[in-house]
Nanobody, 124 residues
Framework: QLQLVEFGGGLVQPGGSLRLSCASS????????IAWFRQAPGKEREGVSC????????DYTDSVKGRFTISRDNAVNTVYLQMNSLKPEDTGVYYC?????????????????WGQGTQVTVSS
C-alpha cells in the first residue's frame, strides 16, 4: 500500500510563504501523478495543484495561480508545493495524493492514495 506523508504546514501571516513536501517511504513517487488538495472547515476538499508523472505538465486551481508552484524531485522522492503570498482563505488541511497514468487532474476521484494531511493556517 502506497503511503504518503506531508510536511511543512504551520502558521504564517498573510503575505508569507510556506513550502509543503510530500514524500513516500518504500515507493517511488516518480511512477505517479501527484496532486495537492486542501480542505477548510465546513467545506469540501478541493484540488489545488497537480503534476504529471513525467513532470512536464501541471495544473492549478484559479485561486492559487501565480502564487503556488508545484514541482517534483525524483532524486529525493519528493513533491513540493511552494506557496507564496498566502491569504487567509488558503487556510486548511493540505493533502497530497497519488493517482495512476501520466496525466494529472484536480478531481478527488482521480486519486487512489492519500496522505494524512498537514495544517496550514494563514492568520495575523
Amino acid at each position: 500500500q502506497l503511503q504518503l506523508v506531508e510536511f511543512g504546514g504551520g502558521l504564517v501571516q498573510p503575505g508569507g510563504s510556506l513550502r509543503l513536501s510530500c514524500a513516500s517511504s518504500g515507493f517511488t513517487l516518480g511512477y505517479y501523478p501527484i496532486a495537492w488538495f486542501r480542505q477548510a472547515p465546513g467545506k469540501e476538499r478541493e484540488g489545488v495543484s497537480c503534476i504529471s508523472r513525467s513532470g512536464l505538465t501541471s495544473d492549478y486551481t484559479d485561486s492559487v495561480k501565480g502564487r503556488f508552484t508545484i514541482s517534483r524531485d525524483n532524486a529525493v522522492n519528493t513533491v513540493y508545493l511552494q506557496m507564496n503570498s498566502l491569504k487567509p482563505e488558503d487556510t486548511g488541511v493540505y493533502y497530497c495524493a497519488a493517482g495512476v497514468g501520466d496525466a494529472c487532474g484536480l478531481r478527488t476521484y482521480d486519486y487512489d492514495h492519500w496522505g494524512q494531511g498537514t495544517q496550514v493556517t494563514v492568520s495575523s
